[in-house]
């Protein structure tokens, strides 16, 4: 074996790693991601869990506690996904497979997004009922689930588009 096969190899973003520190380095970068995230879902989830326990809750109407409850069990899916991506990362530690790992918990954390933008229009849906005339929430809800999508996808799909180099032609 030579030094070049056990060392450090530039990898096409100009890095110089090793599959391992790579895998490392996208670990730490996705925990601090959850960990942004985490938090906002804990505070929405929470809110939404004392929701019911409040008097004007017996006032809504039926559709309005089916779409609180449907919010609450989005809520409670954005949390198991989110926290899935630790807990995939707790039971396979130490059996050599942390790409695998990183790539699989980057996934699971891609579904707590969609879920959590789900929880928010949800949410926001049934605020918006109770506070406003019927007839204008759902062009402000869908507004805003299209506002979201364009921060959270579009926008991300478009930039890597935009500013991916294209690996040379052999």
Known sequence: MTSESLGPRQTADGRHETPEERADR????????VRVIQIGVQILFGFLLTVVFAPRFITLGQTDKNIYVVTVLLGAAT????????TF??????HRIKPETVVWA???????IVLLLATVISALLLILRVAMDD????WIVAGLAAWFMVCWFALPAWALRRYTRTPPKK
């Open 135 to 138: 007839s204008a929430v759902p």
């Open 89 to 94: 990362h707790r039971f396979v530690t130490g």
């Open 26 to 33: 996208r670990w730490i970068e996705l925990l601090q991601e």
């Open 79 to 86: 949390t198991g996904a989110l926290i899935g991506t630790v």
């Open 106 to 112: 980057s996934r699971l954390s891609m579904v707590g």
